[in-house]
T-cell receptor, first 113, second 115 residues
């Protein structure tokens, strides 16, 4: 079974629109971490944010914000006022106690000028 | 630039051959992870080493093996290559504690094409 599900395959927006990426995860661990990574067209994977299972406080960091809800096993990520440089594939990932990082299938975000 | 280096950037080889991919972690990081990214399988965790010892294994085929050397660089060996092994192979490293909860910093990847 998929541990991390990103139901949105592709999202296309016009510059300055907000983009919200959905992520649903599955784990039996009580301690776990959730991550968002970005893969721009150049191909490298870039770490964006990390959240642990005990901290459901939602935060904003610049144009990025995230909404972590344990009750629904969701860890959504929002880009506010999107820019063309935000065009990339975004991956949600789950780290459990077994040292393995499980990635979702990714959501391709295209921001049009 | 993440500080993780991988060589080579591109590799083209034939079925049945053997190749070695190399990774140097960020300065001070003791953990090295290997991932395979393909169109049909997505991003798959292969294996993790911590300070020279294997710590976790994922979906790594028996034809694949890895090791981490005393200077902490790591090599991923792929043998008896098949067409389906064509993929982008990433190496990542994380903070010295080796905890699975640390964020990982990825190298630029090695693009392997098997013809």
């Amino acid at each position: 079974a998929q541990k991390v599900t990103q139901a949105q395959t592709e999202i296309s927006v016009v510059e300055k629109e907000d983009v919200t990426l959905d992520c649903v995860y599955e784990t039996r661990d009580t301690t776990y971490y959730l991550f968002w990574y970005k893969q721009p067209p150049s191909g490298e994977l870039v770490f964006l944010i990390r959240r642990n299972s005990f901290d459901e406080q939602n935060e904003i960091s610049g144009r990025y914000s995230w909404n972590f809800q344990k009750s629904t096993s969701s860890f959504n990520f929002t880009i506010t006022a999107s820019q063309v440089v935000d065009s990339a594939v975004y991956f949600c990932a789950l780290s459990e106690a077994n040292y393995k990082l499980s990635f979702g299938a990714g959501t391709t975000v295209t921001v049009r000028a | 630039d993440s500080g993780v280096t991988q060589t080579p950037k591109h590799l083209i080889t034939a079925t049945g051959q053997r190749v070695t991919l190399r990774c140097s972690p960020r300065s001070g990081d003791l953990s090295v992870y290997w991932y395979q990214q393909s169109l049909d399988q997505g991003l798959q965790f292969l294996i993790q080493y911590y300070n020279g010892e294997e710590r976790a294994k994922g979906n790594i085929l028996e034809r694949f093996s890895a090791q981490q050397f005393p200077d902490l660089h790591s090599e991923l060996n792929l043998s008896s290559l098949e067409l389906g092994d064509s993929a982008l192979y990433f190496c990542a490293s994380s903070a010295p504690s080796g905890s699975s909860y640390n964020e990982q910093f990825f190298g630029p990847g090695t693009r392997l094409t098997v013809l």
